[in-house]
């Protein structure tokens, strides 16, 4: 197992490489996704600038339910459809936010949220859940954080059994 040590700096591309390397080393030999999903929020949430919250949200009996994250306590059940994390699952696309406020049917955990970006996982053709990164800054996420977010949440579910 490897063992982070620094935060990631530079350019956003390279602190996305460098988290994913990091990922890869996390998940070696280790198959289990609740173990891997704590290990990636922990991941996310110390390597990303400017978050306050980086977490999961798992499929269970048709709806997402909380699971490992880093950040404030958060909303613990969320219908597909509602918020922007069961927009995300339902759509099968990941979504960004640039002012969740504007978003129709916002679900607000915390109230200093203010950007957000959910990442759809699917393995197999079935829904596992979302990769939900929240930020107290508008605008805080891009096409670059997409890129990262979707290679790092690939990886995810390449080394986790369902």
Same mark, same amino acid.
């Given at each position: 197992?490897?063992?982070?040590?620094?935060? &990631?700096?530079?350019?956003?591309?390279?602190?996305?490489?460098?988290?994913?390397?990091?990922?890869?080393?996390?998940?070696?030999?280790?198959?289990? +996704?609740? #173990?891997?999903?704590?290990?990636?929020?922990?991941?996310?949430?110390?390597?990303?600038?400017?978050?306050?919250?980086?977490?999961?949200?798992?499929?269970?009996?048709?709806?997402?339910?909380?699971? &490992?994250?880093?950040? $404030?306590?958060?909303?613990? $059940?969320?219908?597909?459809?509602?918020?922007?994390?069961?927009?995300?699952?339902?759509?099968?696309?990941?979504?960004?936010?640039?002012?969740?406020? #504007?978003? &129709?049917?916002?679900?607000?955990?915390? #109230?200093?949220?203010?950007?957000?970006?959910?990442? +759809?996982?699917?393995?197999?053709?079935?829904?596992?859940?979302? @990769?939900?990164?929240?930020?107290?800054? +508008?605008?805080?996420?891009?096409?670059?954080? $997409?890129?990262?977010?979707?290679? @790092?949440?690939? @990886?995810?579910?390449?080394?986790?059994? &369902?």
């Amino acid at each position: 197992m490897t063992f982070i040590t620094a935060k &990631p700096t530079g350019a956003k591309a390279e602190i996305y490489g460098e988290l994913a390397l990091q990922a890869r080393g996390l998940f070696e030999g280790e198959r289990d +996704p609740i #173990a891997n999903a704590a290990n990636l929020a922990a991941l996310i949430y110390g390597g990303l600038d400017d978050l306050n919250w980086a977490g999961f949200y798992l499929m269970k009996q048709g709806e997402l339910v909380l699971g &490992p994250f880093q950040g $404030r306590p958060a909303c613990v $059940r969320i219908a597909l459809g509602k918020g922007v994390c069961g927009t995300a699952a339902k759509r099968g696309e990941t979504v960004i936010v640039d002012d969740v406020e #504007a978003f &129709p049917g916002h679900i607000a955990c915390d #109230a200093a949220s203010r950007s957000e970006i959910v990442v +759809p996982l699917s393995k197999n053709g079935a829904l596992i859940g979302v @990769l939900d990164l929240d930020a107290p800054i +508008p605008s805080r996420f891009d096409a670059q954080d $997409r890129a990262g977010l979707e290679t @790092l949440a690939q @990886l995810w579910l390449d080394a986790s059994d &369902p």
